[in-house]
């Protein structure tokens, strides 16, 4: 038997060709659902296996930034998608380790984005959402690569006055709580200022 259009699925596909992030747009789509009532759980299961699905342009399918695998792949089973095993790089550890970064105070500006992408270009780390406050940046990563990980971010250096300093002061490890933790403290604070994110 066929399966049932999703639409919500449909609408999302949409908005991802008019720019908006795929897996946002359908989670907004889910929500609206369920603040209209029309489904019965309050806090629905998001479907999509903790995987960040982008459209890609050239192969006309969505594919995760994470782990890279195409939708279409992670729901080719007879049972619920197969979950995200987080980036490449993880080499399939699924355990989640945290580092937080405290920026060089001599630093002139923030430094904030090209931290997270230099993090990222390391391809065993990344920043989550809310990741960055007051100077600090919470860095995610796996217990098996997060050493080589600390080790490489020690080396970036930003230039002041015509010389190379490290770009953090300190970076610090912390457990699955405590990285947790500070995402829920930094989340808390934004809505705090800005309300909630949309
Ligand atoms: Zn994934």
Redesign the pocket.
């Known amino acids: 038997m066929p399966k049932k259009q999703n639409t919500n699925a449909q609408r999302a596909r949409e908005a991802a060709r008019r720019g908006t992030k795929y897996t946002h747009a359908l989670r907004k789509a889910v929500a609206d659902e369920a603040t209209a009532g029309t489904r019965a759980s309050s806090k629905p299961d998001d479907g999509f296996?903790?995987?960040?699905f982008e459209y890609e342009q050239v192969t006309d399918l969505f594919r995760?930034?994470?782990?890279?695998?195409y939708e279409v792949a992670?729901r080719d089973t007879d049972g619920p998608i197969k979950p995200?095993?987080?980036l490449i790089g993880y080499d399939g550890d699924t355990e989640r380790v945290y580092l937080l970064l405290t920026e060089n105070p001599a630093l002139p500006y923030s430094h904030a984005g090209f931290l997270a992408t230099s993090v990222r270009s390391t391809g065993i780390g990344r920043a989550p959402r809310f990741s960055w406050r007051d100077g600090k940046l919470l860095v995610e990563s796996a217990p098996s690569v997060v050493a080589e990980l600390a080790h490489r971010i020690g080396q970036i250096t930003s230039p002041v006055d015509g010389r190379q300093v490290p770009a953090v002061s300190s970076i610090d490890h912390l457990t699955p709580e405590g990285g947790q933790a500070i995402i829920a403290a930094n989340y808390a604070a934004y809505v705090a200022e800005y309300g909630e994110p949309a």
Do not use: W
């Open positions: 296996g903790g995987h960040e995760c930034t994470e782990c890279r695998v992670a995200c095993t987080g």
